[in-house]
């Protein structure tokens, strides 16, 4: 595959499904992994959905799981450790957010979660997640508006 990668390659080509191996999302733009035999990736409907009627988000785990194929917002994929938690864990963590899961702040001493959004990983106090676009402003944006208060 690339250098340093220690995937398998996928189908015919010379690449593992992160670096453009195996089969492509038909949707036009997309160049995600296609799940299932609809040739989609899991944002444009391919892959196992979520037995939860009327949901149309991608089931998590295994498909071979003994429990029902859900979505995350209905219990599906890995649940928090911490005794009395049900919510998700982060992506390569045991745990929540909330309780010590997911990315943490670079800062020397901070110990709050690094921001979602943004490309350094810092908790929005030092930096982090996405910044008020108004011209000579250093604070944080407000949710999904583009500016501070």
Do not use: W
Not at 36 to 41: A, D, E, I, P, V
Not at 64 to 73: D, G, H
Not at 79 to 85: A, D, H, N, P, S
Not at 136 to 148: A, D, K, M, N, T
């Amino acid at each position: 595959c690339h250098q340093g990668c220690e995937k398998s390659a996928q189908g015919c080509t010379d690449y593992c499904k992160a670096h453009g191996g195996g089969k492509r999302c038909s949707q036009e733009g997309c160049d995600k992994h296609a799940y299932g035999s609809n040739s989609l990736c899991k944002v444009h409907g391919g892959g196992l959905r979520c037995a939860i009627e009327g949901c149309t988000k991608a089931a998590l785990g295994a498909p071979t799981s003994p429990l029902t194929p859900r979505c995350r917002a209905h219990g599906g994929g890995k649940r928090c450790e911490q005794e009395g938690c049900l919510t998700s864990a982060r992506s390569g963590s045991t745990h929540c957010k909330a309780h010590g899961g997911g990315r943490r702040c670079v800062f020397e001493g901070c110990i709050k979660s690094a921001a979602d959004k943004g490309d350094v990983q810092m908790c929005k106090a030092h930096g982090g997640g996405p910044r008020c676009q108004h011209v000579g402003c250093v604070e944080s944006s407000l949710g999904r508006q583009p500016f501070c208060r």
